[in-house]
T-cell receptor
């Protein structure tokens, strides 16, 4: 079945540091890939997405590139801010399946200190 | 953008009672809605998928008689936790998608914190 593996946290960084959160996946079909962010006490917000190989998703300074050859979708940001503190989830949707269910990684807690 | 709301945001109930949680798509018609459960510091666990006008499809291990899901219209799905027990305390999140939007994209509600005493 489909699965997503992302680096375990927690990750603690100082403001303006570089961020990488690794994500790899296995899928039976040709999935779409997503990064979601969850702020404390809230639901999930779509951060960025990519639907085919070599696509780069980007939003709010975050980027991730769909690498089919390494089955990866690592999240990066060049300079994090305190407001980026949240839990980040990597996810995939296998479009070959029914109902387009999302498969999530376990989440990575990011804390950015001033 | 597509907005999904949930009500209530927090609910406390006594053991043995039932609780209903609503999930609404505010600016689009949701042909499919999903219900997730999230334990503290853990990922989301898909409980069920509901399509408007048909019975929900439950994931393995989820008791369909305990977690009743109704998707009565294209903008509303409800999750009823029947005969709630303390172990049902959790954060419940819904999401919605539609064939009009990119069909692989889900929009999430803000979640409902259920505490059973």
């Amino acid at each position: 079945g489909d699965s997503v593996t992302q680096m375990e946290g927690p990750v603690t960084l100082s403001e303006e540091a570089f961020l990488t959160i690794n994500c790899t996946y296995t899928a039976t079909g040709y999935p779409s890939l997503f990064w979601y962010v969850q702020y404390p006490g809230e639901g999930l917000q779509l951060l960025l997405k990519a639907t085919k190989a070599d696509d780069k998703g980007s939003n709010k300074g975050f980027e991730a590139t769909y690498r089919k050859e390494t089955t990866s979708f690592h999240l990066e940001k060049g300079s994090v801010q305190v407001s980026d503190s949240a839990v980040y989830f990597c996810a995939l949707s296998d479009r070959g399946g029914s109902n387009y269910k999302l498969t999530f990684g376990k989440g990575t807690l990011l804390t950015v200190n001033p | 953008g597509a907005v999904v709301s949930q009500h209530p945001s927090r609910v406390i109930c006594k053991s043995g009672t039932s609780v209903k949680i609503e999930c609404r798509s505010l600016d689009f018609q949701a042909t499919t809605m999903f219900w997730y459960r999230q334990f503290p510091k853990q990922s989301l666990m898909l409980m069920a998928t509901s399509n408007e006008g048909s019975k929900a499809t439950y994931e393995q291990g989820v008791e369909k008689d305990k977690f009743l899901i109704n998707h009565a219209s294209l903008t509303l799905s409800t999750l009823t936790v029947t005969s709630a027990h303390p172990e049902d305390s959790s954060f419940y999140i819904c999401s919605a998608t539609t064939s009009v939007l990119p069909s692989y994209e889900q929009y999430f509600g803000p979640g409902t914190r259920l505490t059973v005493t």
